[in-house]
């Protein structure tokens, strides 16, 4: 695999069009929410495409980003299982990488073992392809806001 700055560009552009991880993450949202006892807000199409735009504008962030996504894309292996380890350690690794730093990225990694055993692929899509979903959904539903308590202060800051 070779990553240019086009490979990356193009990654940009492939993601900004996924109108499926718009409905993943509010699905995935929903899920939470109900297991927790609150309210999600649900994001919009813009809201992750300006997202998506904002993990491209990190250089560094986006060529890892856009090499994890065509891994996961293209990775297969026959009857599933014996690859299931490495299309998981990607997966989490992409909704890491996408959601930023701790605590985020340790949140949108458990977020992409729930959201995965929700999303199946089709017959036909290679083994990391519902993987690649889960963790694109998993690490943008981390990043962007409507959760309560990170779209208020923390009541754990020391002014000392």
Known sequence: MEITPQTVADEHERLRARGSIPELINETRDRLGQLFGVDVAHVSAEQYRNEVDAVFADGDKAVNVAALCALLRTLDCEGDYPGFIVDEFL???????IAGGEPFALLAEATFHFADAHTRGGPEAPAGADDLDAALAAGFQTRLPGW???????????NR
Do not use: H, Y
């Open 91 to 97: 997966g989490r690794k992409l909704a890491a990488t």
């Open 148 to 158: 309560g308590w990170t779209d208020e202060p923390s009541p754990f800051v020391s």
